[in-house]
């Protein structure tokens, strides 16, 4: 098949591209580096059935020619990490609004597919564990930029159910949780990349808040398996799964499993939320996605644990010191 990945020289896109085309896939990617890098795409560059541009989803002209190419679009461009979120809420709101916006202008004009990467985000603060679809979403005021993030998704969500129901475009929304694993950057939070490079580089271990909340990760394979397995069942078409593992660790013991794991003499520090972010900064306590639903239309089951998922991100770190 051919596809269309936007963000697709990003950290999940560049996975899922050398996933299709170790299928025998076609791929095309739109990116703007603005999270992601040529270094993700380097190792497939050259590759016959693939092709890139590096311009902005939102100019149209240049995006209704690249959807024309595709059956199916992963829209995978999105701002992403918490820490670009606080810093840059102009540019999150108008990137994920406009941005997918466009993509589904476009493929409803062409009749083509649309996988839609939403986040685990979008659940908010909501306290019944685990979060399943139809769960209510619990989102913070707007005075806090955070939830800017939520926000932005869960309207991506409504306009592409919005685009299924009134134009007839095939769409599918994904919840990503907590992914990690090699080439996601550090620099925008994310929390394991920033423990592994601390570690490695004997720097403190920065552990926000007390350490207590938790979280559950998942690997980028297992994710980019999940979403090519939903965009071939068909009956996955105008509903939203979430995509994650169950398996939960509190940040504190993430961080004393990766200065195990890295045999490294990084002190392990807390750091207030008011510090880290900025004031009045609201975290979630946990976050446990209800597998139920992805795993009956797809049979999916996760298969790093959280040892193995630290231990890919500590070799990939370690190949770029
Ligand atoms: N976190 C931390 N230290 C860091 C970065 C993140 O303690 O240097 C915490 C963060 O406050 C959150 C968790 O790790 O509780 C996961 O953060 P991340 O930004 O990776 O993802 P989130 O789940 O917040 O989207």
């Not at 639903?293 to 790093?304: D, F, L, M, N, T």
Request: with cysteine.
């Amino acid at each position: 098949m051919r596809f269309l990945i936007t963000g697709g020289a990003g950290f999940i896109g560049s996975h899922l591209t050398e996933a299709l085309l170790r299928r025998g896939d076609e791929v095309f990617i739109i990116d703007d580096l603005s999270t992601g890098a040529m270094d993700n795409i380097a190792s497939f560059r050259g590759h016959p059935r693939f092709d890139y541009v590096i311009d902005t989803i939102t100019n149209r002209p240049l995006l209704a020619e690249w959807v024309d190419r595709a059956e199916t679009v992963f829209h995978l461009a999105a701002a992403v990490g918490v820490r670009l979120i606080v810093d840059s809420p102009v540019h999150t709101i108008e990137t994920n609004v406009g941005g997918t916006e466009a993509v589904l202008r476009q493929a409803a004009k062409k009749s083509k597919k649309v996988i839609l990467a939403s986040t685990s985000e979008v659940y908010g603060k909501a306290e019944k564990m685990p979060f399943a679809e139809g769960d209510d979403l619990v989102l913070g005021p707007t005075v806090k930029s955070r939830w800017s993030y939520a926000c932005s998704k869960a309207i991506d969500e409504f306009l592409a159910l919005a685009y299924h129901k009134e134009k007839g475009v095939p769409v599918v929304i994904t919840r990503l949780f907590n992914t990690v694993g090699p080439r996601q950057t550090g620099r925008y939070g994310m929390v394991v990349p920033t423990f592994v490079r601390q570690a490695l580089r004997g720097e403190p271990i920065t552990v926000f808040g007390d350490g207590r909340q938790s979280r559950c990760f998942c690997h980028v394979a297992d994710v980019v398996e999940a979403l090519i397995k939903l965009v071939e069942f068909e009956a996955a078409t105008g509903q939203v799964y979430n995509v994650g593992s169950q398996e939960e660790i509190s940040i504190l013991d993430l961080a004393g499993l990766i200065k195990e794991m890295t045999g490294s003499p990084s002190q392990i520090v807390l750091v207030p939320y008011d510090e880290a972010y900025e004031e009045g900064f609201e975290d979630m306590p946990r976050r446990i996605p209800d597998l139920t639903k992805i795993r009956s239309a797809v049979g999916y089951q996760p298969e790093y644990n959280i040892r193995d998922i630290v231990r890919s991100v500590v070799d990939y770190e370690r190949s770029r010191l």
